[in-house]
């Protein structure tokens, strides 16, 4: 047999006949890529990946730490051998949140593989309190928690619905309650407090129609990004669904892996519930991701409260399962010394900052675009802006039309990286553009930042004629 072709080096990934652009290195905010045999020198990093890169590119600090953590480095398999370095980053993350919030933690790889394994953790909860009909999982629509198909099947979006023969039972186990969505769903006259209301009501309503006793948990990203775009969670909301859960005996789950680590709370706290919630009111189980590792490793993981611990240490005193990876040493190593520094420095702050800055500057300059800009929307350092054909009806852009994809070419082509999603393809509803910069962003590229965006919705009006 002869070989006619060279085996081809591209990636499985992003479009079959179209090669993605390669990024060759990056410093703090810039990134320099190659696209199309053209290199471009001077993108301002805008959504650090996808919403990842928390201290910026080629950090000296972290790339030490790194070197180290190699030297030392030997692996073991998590529920044989322990290793300290995974233990002081739970450490670090337990006490950097409220007091008694969360109790343990598991870390892995992947977003995705963190909301997969706090679904399992919740059932073997319920079973080891023996509450075994206790099966059922409600999450949102128009929501997103990772791509694997347990994560997938409590999310809601067109790639959930792509893959739906594959799922779990969406209507005996993974329930949908209405997508928290104020731009679009709140009513004409409607406060924040009656929205959330109203869809407190309606969650509640759903665990009543499907037997109080048989709901294990209810599931929501604090600050959804990938799903609506960053959309901030009316009054009341959280903290609704938090009564609700301990009415009916419900775990109260947060998927931060987006949003949370630092992205959007003030003054250096760690997780973005407690913009909304009090101690007191702290979700029972957190995933988080992205940040936590800052793209220099690939760690996720579950933040695990007291009453799901102890339920543990009463039963069967075994957590079942893990993975080759979890608690990898060299991973947490390196997590922990991105949070530390970003603890040090004051980084959480700074973001919130400049984040609220840059999302009040794209709002005042983009106030005129009424043709093209519905909605900027956002908190600290996560923000979005949807696209519509007409502020006031809000009727979206045709999916043809691809407004998503294209505004994020035209903003590389004027210098600044960001993520454009559309509902079709994507995870989201309608055409969204998501900003999330890294912690150590400045006043000047917060005005870089704007310009840039501001050029690319002027380039982007005059493509759409
Ligand atoms: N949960 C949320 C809220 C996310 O936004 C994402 C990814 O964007 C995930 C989970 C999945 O994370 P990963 O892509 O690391 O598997």
């Known amino acids: 047999m002869t070989i006619e072709k060279e085996p081809s080096t591209q990636v ?11 990024v060759l290195s990056g410093k703090g905010c810039n990134i320099v890529v190659e696209k199309d045999g053209k290199v471009h020198d001077d993108i301002l990093d805008a959504v650090t ?26 692996y073991t398999f998590p529920s044989l051998i322990g290793n300290s370095q995974s233990e002081e980053l739970s450490k670090f993350y337990i006490e950097n949140s409220p007091k008694g919030a969360f109790a343990s933690a598991l870390w892995c790889c992947s977003g995705s593989e963190s909301n997969e394994n706090a679904m399992k953790i919740i059932r073997q909860y319920q079973l080891e309190r023996g509450q075994p009909k206790r099966t059922k999982i409600i999450s949102r629509e128009l929501s997103y928690h990772g791509f694997t198909l347990g994560a997938l099947s409590i999310s809601s979006n067109a790639r959930a619905e792509q893959f739906k023969d594959l799922l779990i039972d969406q209507k005996e186990t993974c329930l949908k309650m209405p997508a928290c969505y104020p731009y679009r769903f709140m009513n004409k006259g409607e406060t924040e407090e009656e929205y959330a209301a109203r869809l407190v009501d309606t969650l509640e309503k759903i665990i009543i129609d499907n037997d109080p006793t048989t709901i294990s948990c209810v599931l929501v990203e604090t600050l959804p990004g ?15 669904i938090r009564r609700i859960c301990n009415k009916y005996d419900v775990i109260f789950m947060v998927d931060e892996v987006m949003c949370g680590t630092g992205r959007s709370n003030p003054n250096g706290k760690l ?13 029972d189980i957190q995933t988080v991701g992205k940040t936590l590792g800052s793209g220099y490793v690939t760690i996720a993981g579950v933040l695990v409260g007291p009453k799901i611990l102890d339920a543990y240490a009463e039963g069967s005193n075994l957590v079942i399962g893990s993975h080759t990876y979890a608690s990898h040493g060299f991973n947490c190593a390196v997590a922990l010394g991105v949070q530390k520094k970003i603890l040090a420095n004051g980084l959480t702050k700074n973001i919130f900052e400049k984040g609220n800055l840059m999302g009040e500057k794209l709002r005042e300059a983009l106030m005129s675009y009424d043709n093209i800009v519905g909605d900027v929307r956002g908190i600290g350092g996560f923000w979005s802006l949807e696209f519509v054909k007409d502020r006031d009806t809000k009727e979206p852009f045709s999916y043809t039309v691809d407004v998503g994809h294209r505004f994020q070419d035209v903003c590389f082509e004027n210098g600044v990286s960001v993520m454009g999603m559309q509902g079709n393809i994507d995870m989201v509803s309608g055409d969204i553009c998501l900003l999330a910069p890294s912690f150590i962003i400045t006043d000047e590229d917060v005005d870089n930042i704007v310009v840039r965006v501001k050029k690319s919705v002027d380039d982007m009006t005059a493509l759409l004629k």
């Open 271 to 283: 997780n973005c519930w407690e913009n909304y919630l009090t101690a007191e009111e702290a979700p």
């Open 49 to 74: 990946g996808a919403a990842v890169g928390a201290l910026g590119w080629g950090d000296e600090d972290i790339l030490n730490i790194m070197a180290e953590a190699a030297k030392g480095h030997t």
């Open 226 to 240: 990938s799903s609506l775009g960053t959309a901030p969670p009316p009054k009341g909301y959280l903290s609704g």
């Open 12 to 22: 499985f990934q992003g479009y079959i006949t179209k090669r993605l652009p390669h």
